[in-house]
């Protein structure tokens, strides 16, 4: 089904022309002022985040394109002053999440804001070590910051303790007070996460550029391959999956791991089992602290719970590297191996090259790109995944205690409001706590959410264009085209795309070389791993590290979205899995155990049958 | 029978052998040399084609009345021409020569054995890397007998008289003297497919892919043009295959029954199926990747599989176009690293 858009010569609908879906024009007015389409926008050029965004956005979850663009601006626009480019402009319809680049064109502008750009961009890739160390240690602290907030709780009388020590303000200000932090927090993150991303990119494109140009029919993946790092924090989970399975072999347990078993089954079975049983499950808890705190998703929404609060992914992967293990396959990454891979292809690229000027330049960007890199791939563990996951779980806790207090039927319904919302129920509540009245929320929120989920439930169902408003001659904002692979030829492919409908091929970007034919798993949420059987092709709708471990037994892998160098991609070719990446479409076109095949070298997955 | 002035057995000759073996049997030489599969011959050397010339001259001049025509003069070219080639497929040949060229036949082919051959034009200005000469003298494919080779390497003899190539030598100022040509005689490989391969992308000069184009049958089809091949294109390094058209190869060449080359319309059940399995593809990469670094430039390269599956090349040649262009670097070392950055920050220039 299409959302209604009149369609516009030679460029995408008007972002005015495209409506609301009738019934949902309260859930639509729910999302801030600030972020509605107004008749000035039909001036400028948007596009879709399917990337990041590819469900419709909850109005609470909308705090992360919030807290993300305001980061993501402020270091552009601010900090290291991107010469051609400001931040980003965002907009929400029908749930859908649109950005557009704020271009600087003005030579004037463009020549003053490089000045800056180099006294400050290159002060940090002149200090990246050092600032990446302080790094580390602030998000550390941040997310040390973020466990130490205070359980909730609204009791009856005050407890003695704070009467007797004077402490003076009520347990219901400590509520508020932590909801602030907690907002506050996130947004302090989503700096921290962009402090360095950009630049790290725009380290990572030089080189790209540079191969593009030496290389013309060089693959994404092969310039990929040759910066990825390899020690990087996102492959720890699937790491200590690893560990584990060695263990269970190592304390005769490994019988207990069968494919199918709820980890809830598999975890008693193991506690009757007594002295092995138990001593396994304390290697289990290492290990969850803290690399479980790895997203099933990208962390952008609420529902991409992590494997702490859902084991069904780490322990779908367990029997499968323990039957590796037990072939007598090497658990551990070969680190060194693939460190050895990447350093001949490098060396084996430049042997290439024609002119020793080539071979100067080629040796000083990828030693620039090797440096910053590590950056681009660490922060993920940290801020997508960690701190997000803190955070989320954190505002469960106020579902839950308003849930208590009449507020929602359940405590999931709390992202049915906005932030700004919520802090007027928590308002409410701790009113009410303090006057000995009843809060008002439980009369108001419970129908306005149940408004809200049916028109997400309703415009998921809606297709939406991926871009509106007229086509901008060049794309050479490097944030859009760094962030989110746009181009200008990738905008040509979207206006012919329904030129083409019945087409029985599905296009994506080439993420990891190879030619497999199978049968599609399509495995909507982390719940449904469990169905994926040995040589299937995983269809999904993100790739993830998360997702790294179930990769031993597929035969390749097909995602909606994420780019060459996604951490998926990245794991594929480790796994030499033909993997297609940013389809836009796959788990809707292919169906539950349809022969498909997967072209990974292309980007191309056909349908069989 | 060893080598000679007349023979030059491919093992026994390399690329420094042009002067008397042409740019294709010293390749050839070259690559058996390399132990790059070619299929087994030998080389008729110039000295062979200028005994018979002075043979002939000894009658009636050639080299100076081809000397005396401008390159615009076409008619006299043209008549010119029609009366050396009738000269030179007409005349018998010295004793000496005829004698060398049949023992070696009977080394290569065995005793009562008449496989079929290919007669080569291998001419001393042809494949050079300054002059893309090729197509300009004649092959023999499919040659079956003493007495045909024979006819097929006066043949290509003549063809160095053809039109086209007098016109040429004009357009060029090439003295005649300087122009000899030897004839390469060896086995034929029965394609079940064959194409062409380039250690060098033709499309944009990429030194990192080889592309390789390939169809059902004898090589001379894809190379003459008359069927769309398919075409891969493959990283050198990663072997990774970017690129896969499959095409529709309606017709084949198959040799004829009575010696020669036939077009023949391909089986509709094998028409629109790659010629190629990915096994074949790497494995043309991996020779393709060994000829150009034992030339050490990019090659241009005929091969074929035969009914076992092997593969043979046919030839291989420098490839001139993209090499003759010198590339300017795409980027320079910068004093500081750091400006390199500028191209992705700093906007269009």
Not at chain 1, 49 to 53: D, E, K, P, R
Not at chain 2, 199 to 208: E, H
């Given at each position: 089904m299409k959302t209604t858009a009149t369609a516009q010569t030679k460029g995408f609908p008007l972002p005015s022309s495209l409506k609301v879906v009738v019934g949902t024009e309260g859930a639509q007015a729910a999302y801030p002022y600030y972020m509605q389409f107004t008749k000035e926008d039909d001036g400028r050029f948007w596009f879709y985040?399917?990337?990041?965004?590819p469900e419709p956005m909850s109005v609470f979850d909308m705090i992360t394109a919030e807290a993300a663009y305001c980061a993501l601006g402020s270091a552009n626009t601010r900090v290291h002053c991107l010469p051609t480019t400001l931040g980003i402009d965002y907009r929400v319809l029908n749930g859908r999440v649109y950005i557009g680049g704020n271009a600087v064109t003005d030579p004037a502008e463009i020549e003053k804001r490089t000045q800056e750009f180099q006294k400050r961009a290159f002060y940090y890739y002149a200090n990246w070590e050092r600032l990446f160390a302080q790094w580390k240690d602030k998000m550390m602290g941040l997310i040390r910051a973020a466990e130490a907030l205070p359980k909730l709780d609204l009791p009856e009388f005050e407890p003695i303790e704070h009467v007797h020590a004077g402490r003076g303000i009520a347990s219901n200000h400590y509520i508020l007070e932590t909801y602030q932090k907690t907002l506050e927090g996130y947004f302090r993150m989503w700096h921290h996460h962009f402090e360095f991303l950009l630049l790290g990119y725009g380290a990572y494109l030089t080189f790209f550029d540079f191969c593009k140009k030496a290389f013309p029919e060089i693959s994404d993946q092969t310039v990929a391959r040759m910066v990825a790092g390899i020690e990087a924090e996102i492959f720890r989970p699937d790491d200590e999956l690893r560990r584990l399975a060695k263990c269970a072999i190592d304390l005769g347990v490994d019988g207990q791991f069968r494919e199918g078993v709820a980890p809830g089954e598999i975890i008693r079975s193991l506690e009757q089992l007594g002295e092995p049983g138990l001593a396994w499950l304390k290697e289990l808890a290492i290990s969850r602290?803290?690399?479980?705190?790895?997203?099933?998703?990208?962390?952008?929404?609420?529902?991409?719970?992590s494997w702490n609060d859902d084991l069904s992914m780490p322990f779908a992967a367990l029997p499968g590297y323990i039957a590796n293990a037990k072939r007598g396959e090497r658990l551990e990454r070969h680190t060194e191996r693939l460190m050895a891979e990447r350093q001949q292809l490098i060396a084996d690229y430049r042997e290439l090259l024609e002119t020793d000027e080539d071979r100067g330049a080629y040796d000083q960007m990828i030693e620039l790109a090797h440096r910053v890199f590590p950056y681009v791939e660490g922060h993920k563990f940290y801020c997508e995944h960690w701190y997000t996951n803190l955070f989320f779980n954190k505002i469960r806790e106020f579902g839950a205690l308003l849930t208590k207090h009449g507020f929602f039927d359940d405590t999931e319904d709390v992202f049915q409001l906005s932030h700004f919302e919520l802090e007027t129920a928590i308002i409410d509540l701790m009113t009410a706590w303090s006057n000995g009245s009843l809060p008002r929320g439980p009369e108001r929120w419970p129908a306005i959410v149940r408004e809200r989920k049916e028109a997400i439930a309703e415009w998921a169902k809606h297709e939406t264009p991926p871009a509106l408003g007229p086509v901008p001659d060049i794309i050479d904002d490097p944030a859009i085209v760094m962030l989110w692979g746009i181009t200008r030829d990738n905008l040509d492919t979207w206006l012919t795309a329904d030129e083409q409908p019945d087409s029985n091929e599905i296009r994506g970007f080439a993420a990891s070389a190879g030619v497999v034919e199978g049968t599609a798993r399509v495995v909507k949420t982390v719940e449904e791993i469990g169905r994926l059987r040995h040589g299937d092709i995983l269809v999904c709708h993100v790739t993830n590290p998360t997702w790294a471990p179930i990769f031993q037994k597929i035969a390749a892998a097909v995602s909606d979205i994420g780019g060459s160098m996604s951490h998926a991609a990245i794991v594929a070719r480790e796994y030499a899995l033909p993997a297609v990446v940013g389809t836009g479409t796959a788990t809707q076109k292919i169906r539950d155990g349809q022969r498909i095949r997967v072209d990974g070298g292309r980007g191309v997955v056909t349908l069989l049958d | 029978m060893p080598s000679s002035e007349i023979i030059g057995w491919f093992a026994d000759i390399d690329l420094s052998d042009r002067p008397t073996v042409g740019g294709k049997g010293g390749s050839l030489g070259e690559l058996t040399r390399a132990s790059i599969p070619v299929p087994p011959g030998f080389v008729v050397r110039t000295a062979a084609f200028e005994r018979f010339l002075n043979a002939l001259e000894k009658e009636e001049p050639i080299r100076s009345k081809v000397e005396a025509l401008g390159s615009h003069e076409l008619d006299k070219i043209l008549a010119l021409s029609q009366e050396l080639r009738a000269r030179l497929e007409r005349a018998p040949l010295p004793d000496d020569v005829n004698s060398e060229i049949l023992a070696a036949y009977v080394e290569l082919c065995g005793k009562d054995n008449n496989p079929p051959l290919a007669v080569r034009s291998s001419a001393?200005?042809?494949?050079?890397a300054d002059a893309s000469f090729a197509g300009l003298q004649d092959t023999y494919l499919w040659t079956i007998g003493a007495r045909a080779t024979l006819r097929s390497v006066r043949s290509c003899w003549a063809s160095l008289y053809s039109t086209p190539s007098i016109t040429y030598r004009r357009k060029r100022g090439l003295p005649e003297s300087s122009v000899a040509m030897a004839v390469v005689i060896q086995g034929m490989v029965k394609a079940q497919k064959a194409g062409v391969m380039f250690?060098?992308?033709?499309?944009?000069?990429?030194?990192?892919v080889v592309t390789i184009e390939g169809a059902w049958g004898l090589g001379s089809a894809v190379v003459s043009g008359e069927v769309t091949p398919d075409r891969w294109v493959i990283a050198k390094i990663t072997g990774e295959i970017s690129v896969r058209e499959i095409s529709d190869k309606h017709v084949q060449h198959l040799p004829a029954p009575g010696g020669g080359v036939e077009e023949a319309e391909t089986p509709e059940d094998l028409?629109?199926?790659?010629?190629?399995?990915d096994a074949e593809i790497a494995a043309l990469k991996d020779i393709a990747k060994r000829v150009e670094r034992h030339y050490g430039r990019p090659q241009d390269i005929e091969w074929a599989i035969d009914q076992t599956g092997e593969i043979r090349l046919l030839q291989s040649r420098p490839e001139t176009v993209w090499s003759s262009k010198g590339r300017a670097p795409v980027a320079k070392p910068a004093e500081n690293p750091l400006q390199h950055v500028m191209k992705i920050f700093g906007g269009r220039r």
């Open positions: 985040n399917s990337m990041h965004f602290d803290p690399w479980f705190n790895i997203n099933s998703g990208d962390g952008f929404y609420h529902y991409h719970r | 001393t200005t042809e494949d050079a250690t060098r992308s033709p499309l944009t000069g990429d030194r990192s028409r629109r199926v790659p010629c190629l399995s």
